[in-house]
């Protein structure tokens, strides 16, 4: 009976090995498993973004890496040199407020002073930033402006740019086309050194560019024989911080003469005043003409301009037809050098230079 006994006793035994053996087997294809749907959505996931040209699942081995199965589309911007980059804004003062104008000094956007105090042009600055970054305009230095302007990827303001060979495209200046802060044409030259007497001018160191003032004497020139005059220039290159300096002007005589708020009179200032940054007079490719004493678009120099500035490579770059487009109303003075290949064609199409640049960059 012992022997029956045991072997009862094994036969009780076995099936618990049994399962237990089972239960291994189980666990083993478990993991098995779920490695290979690891390492095969890993593959998956690469396969979508990135085309692999010999896709080769190895092993099962491969340890897969979470991360990896989803791509990050942007790295990481570094953080700010300041412990916590607390939120800047109009009116902050002190040291975090020099850290960021020395920054956007840096990087070309602000040519004030580093004071400490944030005032419009340090908003200015960090608006033309954001625009420029991709990020929201608000001109507020937050966590994510802050994290972008101190980081490897923050994008510099352009320096002394060619403004006329843009890619074959004309330089598009407006309210939303803004230049940077720290933008500035290059080969600026007096245009009084160049058009001598042909015209009278409101100051006598106004500038332009040169291939531009070039153009505009040789325009002059010939009305002048065609015995149209007197011409004179009202306004050329203007930088942005003369726009600046101009356009809180408009708005401080505005609040003094009528009982308005701030915003009220920016409004109001707009309607005139270009924002800083978003004048053509930027570019140094502007010019204002202008007849002493009249209204300019009642006399023969208007209308000489408008049938023969495109033969120069100038265009009448705002007209009351397209109004809706360039959204500043017909300005009959405001003449703007492009090159004659440009303003030819822009007369033909009877384009203004935002539906020419649209098209374009269609061809
Ligand atoms: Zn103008």
Same mark, same amino acid.
Request: proline share 13%.
């Given at each position: 009976m012992p022997q029956n006994r045991s072997s009862k006793k094994r036969n009780n035994r076995s099936p618990y090995l049994f399962i237990l053996l089972v239960l291994a087997l189980l666990t083993a294809a478990l993991i098995f498993g779920a490695r290979a749907m690891n390492t095969w959505k890993v593959y998956e996931a690469e396969a979508a973004t990135t085309p692999v040209p010999t896709p080769t699942v190895t092993s *099962? @081995? *491969?340890? =897969? #890496? =979470? %991360?990896?199965a989803t791509p990050v589309p942007t790295p990481e911007p570094t953080p700010a040199p300041s412990p916590t980059p607390g939120l800047l804004n109009a009116g902050s003062q002190g040291e975090a407020v020099k850290e960021l104008q020395k920054r956007l000094q840096e990087l070309g956007y602000y040519t004030g002073q580093i004071d400490g105090d944030y005032g419009t042009g340090t908003k200015a600055a960090v608006q033309t930033f954001q625009k420029l970054n991709g990020l929201d305009a608000d001109g507020i230095a937050g966590q994510k402006t802050q994290g972008v302007l101190y980081s490897d990827a923050a994008k510099a303001a352009p320096g002394p740019t060619d403004v006329l060979a843009d890619n074959g495209i004309p330089l598009l200046v407006n309210a939303k086309n803004p230049l940077p802060d720290g933008f500035s044409p290059a080969n600026l030259v007096q245009v009084k050194d160049i058009a001598g007497n042909l015209m009278t001018y409101e100051k006598s160191d106004m500038q332009g560019v040169r291939e531009a003032v070039e153009a505009l004497a040789r325009m002059i020139q010939d009305a002048v024989n065609d015995g149209c005059a007197p011409w004179k220039l009202r306004e050329s290159y203007r930088t942005i911080a003369d726009q600046t300096r101009i356009f809180n002007n408009r708005v401080s005589s505005y609040m003094n003469e009528n009982d308005i708020t701030r915003s009220q009179a920016i409004a109001r200032t707009r309607q005139s005043v270009a924002d800083p940054g978003s004048s053509e007079h930027h570019t140094g490719l502007a010019f204002d003409l202008n007849v002493p /004493?009249? @209204? %300019? /678009? #009642?006399t023969a120099q208007y209308l000489w301009l408008k049938s023969h500035c495109w033969d120069y490579g100038f265009i009448m770059r705002y007209t009351d037809e397209k109004s809706d487009i360039t959204g500043i109303i017909g300005e009959e003075w405001h003449v703007r050098y492009v090159g004659r290949e440009h303003s030819l064609k822009m007369r033909d199409m009877d384009m203004c230079l935002e539906e020419y640049v649209e098209w374009l960059k269609k061809q």
């Open positions: *099962v @081995s *491969v340890t =897969p #890496d =979470p %991360f990896r /004493g009249e @209204s %300019f /678009g #009642d």
